[in-house]
């Protein structure tokens, strides 16, 4: 989805609120609880639905926002279930910034699903709730900690017991919305039978940090954030919200807390810890259905299967080789950018049978995965893991010395201010695309596979083990060599490093190697634009490593799908042609399914 700019983002601690919109001509009417306003009186409003606004307690004294769309031809208390959406994005104004509107209404942010999934000619209500700090909620935001998670189980349970409600709520987003979601069913309120989750990020360090290491935008993603709760009510909004949406005004340390608090480098601190959503994940029954996308810029595939592991309940999900869109997302040329048809009604019936338990006609497969081919397959789970192997890789020494300079610089020098709606162009990172210009390159080593003998696929969230003598920063990556010499980069990570041991994960990933490839695996000095590390200049030695991998055949169940159109753009940016090769170490192989 393509959003206006955000507003101005200031390089201080503190942001100004944003300047009120200019009185419109003509004041669009204020909804109440009582007195709702349908399309006839703001065009703003979907049609067939009547808007009313909401105020609902939520903890720390902090009163949170909802704009409700109902079904215009229901009486007010005709019960229906409810699908709610809880995050930054649904302020009047716009949903990053001033969007230009003459009049307040609802948030535009899903009205794709509201009208694409006819939700309300399907009986359905539709409720956005504003985060405590953003739209007309008051409190700091709080970048998916204790205060928001309270705001999403607030939010929850009050859907569920309004005397139009049925008592039973679906969760839904994407991005920011979809974290929100996560948190959801990871609280299991009263009421929450359903989470649809887009491209959620899974543990919020992630977004920031990688293993101690700083990503570009560490700074400018708080910024961004503190920048979207400065917007302010529309000059016809409600005296209330105005007040609310004004909050930050008279409390400057919310946005001065946001920008130190998230700099903690530490994933074991207290902060970070309250926001990991895949380790709060264990044990929840809550029915979810998420998307990700294995090459993402944006909101990565980190610690996705760690929530998927510790989560007990139905899964659902569709999986690819796609960037930060949504199911429905189309391109410019009306292709879809998930490559998939069908995403609302797929939706629809997975809301269906949890929140009105209505049986699905048709039995959708629990995963579908796109893997690197462009092909889909049906699984009844994700990873499915044929085999699982250890490899030794080579031990030798590099100099963190950052690629010279460059990577870094221009990191520092990249436009970072990004929130998790907006995603950097795969081309702005792609100096990883260049590799090794031999196998013994000064900015690292490579341990090469033998070529396998039949098509192999690495899913799942392969890991390395170091042993490390020196103190610095580690880059990891995984290259899918053809035997032409041609290599694309498809899974990295990177850690600081001391004396000692060290385990991280890479993203997961499913990724197949043709007949006869070979993986390589790189492991140096940062030679990426993806973080922000500040190079030690020592040698680092790596006295023993190992790499921990799931392997899978692909002896595949096909389903619908066309291929992703980002992945034909992924691999123009993160390939590259390598004159050297290796004869490899190791061997990778996969016995046939059953």
């Known amino acids: 989805m393509n959003l206006r700019p955000l507003l101005p983002v200031l390089a201080g601690a503190v942001l100004v609120g944003a300047t009120l919109v200019p009185a419109p001509a003509t004041a669009a009417p204020i909804p109440t609880p009582d007195d709702p306003v349908t399309s006839e009186e703001n065009p703003r409003v979907p049609e067939g639905a009547a808007w009313t606004e909401h105020y609902l307690p939520s903890t720390d004294g902090v009163e949170l926002h909802a704009d409700v769309l109902r079904p215009a031809d229901l009486p007010a208390d005709a019960q229906t279930p409810v699908i709610l959406s809880v995050g930054p994005y649904f302020a009047h104004a716009g949903q990053t910034g001033d969007d230009g509107f003459e009049h307040t209404g609802p948030s535009e942010r899903f009205f794709d699903l509201v009208e694409g999934a006819d939700l309300m000619a399907e009986g359905y209500t539709f409720v956005m709730v504003d985060l405590r700090g953003f739209g007309g909620s008051t409190g700091c935001l709080d970048w998916v900690g204790p205060g928001e998670q309270a705001d999403v189980e607030a939010a929850v349970e009050w859907a569920a017991s309004q005397p139009w409600s049925n008592g039973r709520v ?299 003598e020196g103190s610095g920063n580690v880059l990891v990556r995984l290259w899918d060599v053809a035997p032409d010499g041609t290599a694309v980069m498809f899974d990295e990570q990177m850690s600081l490093v001391e004396d000692g041991s060290v385990a991280f994960d890479l993203k997961s990933t499913d990724w197949t190697l043709r007949e006869g490839h070979q993986l390589a695996v790189g492991i140096g000095t940062n030679t990426s634009w993806s973080w922000a590390d500040t190079p030690s200049g020592e040698t680092i030695t790596i006295t023993r490593a190992r790499l921990e991998l799931d392997l899978q055949n692909t002896d595949d169940e096909p389903t619908d799908g066309a291929r992703s159109p980002y992945l034909d753009d992924y691999l123009a940016a993160y390939t590259t042609t390598w004159d050297d090769r290796a004869d490899g170490t190791f061997t990778l192989t996969v016995p046939p399914r059953g």
């Open 170 to 468: 679906g969760l839904y987003g994407k991005s920011y919305d979809a974290s929100t979601g996560l948190v959801g069913a990871n609280l299991e309120p009263e009421g929450l039978d359903a989470v649809v989750a887009q491209e959620p990020v899974w543990d919020m360090y992630n977004y920031l940090f990688s293993n101690g290491v700083r990503r570009p935008n560490h700074l400018g993603t708080p910024r961004a954030y503190n920048s979207i709760a400065s917007i302010q009510g529309m000059a016809d909004d409600s005296e209330r919200y105005r007040a609310n949406a004004a909050y930050e005004r008279s409390h400057p340390e919310c946005f001065a807390d946001n920008l130190t608090d998230t700099q903690d480098p530490d994933e074991e601190s207290a902060y970070w810890q309250a926001r990991d959503l895949a380790a709060q994940a264990e044990g929840s029954q809550v029915p979810v259905f998420v998307t990700q996308g294995f090459i993402e810029p944006n909101t990565k595939p980190e610690d996705m299967q760690a929530y998927l592991e510790n989560h007990d309940g139905e899964q659902r999900g569709w999986l690819g080789q796609w960037e930060h869109v949504r199911g429905n997302d189309r391109g410019p040329d009306g292709v879809l950018r998930m490559g998939r048809e069908g995403w609302f009604e797929e939706v629809l019936r997975f809301y269906d049978e949890h929140l009105k338990d209505v049986e699905p006609e048709v039995e959708d497969p629990a995963f579908v995965v796109e893997d690197n081919t462009g092909r889909w397959r049906a699984e009844d789970t994700w990873p499915v893991v044929t085999r699982s192997t250890t490899v030794r890789l080579q031990r030798d020494d590099y100099v963190d010395d950052g690629g010279a300079g460059d990577a870094r610089l221009a990191a520092a020098g990249a436009d970072t201010a990004w929130d998790m709606e907006h995603a950097p162009d795969p081309v702005v990172q792609s100096r990883v695309a260049r590799g090794p210009r031999t196998t013994e390159d000064a900015d690292g080593y490579q341990t090469w596979s033998r070529p396998v003998r039949v098509d192999t696929r690495v899913t799942g969230t392969p890991r390395v083990l170091l042993d490390v």
